[in-house]
């Protein structure tokens, strides 16, 4: 029997993950998979909340490059987020997984409005946790949301799922010299200017001991490896 190195985690995922090989919407495929892993590690006993991006959607920050008022290009983004979100109780539900989606914003009956000890009391009782709309508020990004979330929710670790399989020297898909750290301090990231989470989210987790692991999302099996300690992806610390 696999032992539980993370018995709660927060599980970040960037809303363009779900696009697949597409360049917009969602991948019924890569929610399909996202599920079965992410079922894998509930059945295992873990408990989970997740923050979902909604790039694949609309962005609020480039939608201001394109005349949109940031206010309200951030307020699209929010309700991108639950869009997304939805998509993901569903297909965990399909998966066989009790999920709940909870948001920053009032948006009954869609979703129930956020509380940290709401979360914890849906997650002590077997339940996926989604948390919709980022902080609720502009000009802070889902990466944000995502170490809020985490350090109010007291988890064990931020797990931030991305195409690549860590954090490397330089962007692998652009410098084949690039290699990757197997861990790092949050010093060493800092003084590096490596860019793993926006600075207000990378400042929220080293402040509060909220260790970031960065992995492949998108290999079917790393959450479970992760999860009973396999050593997968870079984590900081």
Known sequence: MNVIKYQRVLLKLSGESLTGNGNYGISSDVLSQYSSDIA????????????IGGGNIF????????GFDRIKGDNMGMLATVINSLAIQSALENAGIRAKVLTSICMSPIGEHYSSSKAIEYMEAGYTVIIAGG??????TTDSAAA?????????VLLKGTRVDGV???DPEKDPDATKYSSLSFAE???KGLK?????????????????????????????????GEIVGTVIE
């Open 40 to 51: 894998s590690i509930i059945k295992a006993g873990v408990q989970v909340a997740i923050v």
């Open 196 to 228: 793993i989470m926006d600075l207000t989210a990378f400042t929220l987790c080293r402040e509060n001991s909220l260790p970031i692991l960065v992995f492949d999302m998108n290999t079917p099996g790393n959450l479970k490896k992760i999860v009973t």
């Open 168 to 170: 490397y020297t330089a």
């Open 148 to 156: 809020l979330r985490g350090v109010e929710l007291k988890t064990n």
């Open 135 to 140: 902080t609720g508020n502009p000009f802070f």
């Open 59 to 66: 962005r609020g920050i480039s939608g201001a490059g394109k």
């Open 189 to 191: 990231a800092y003084d």
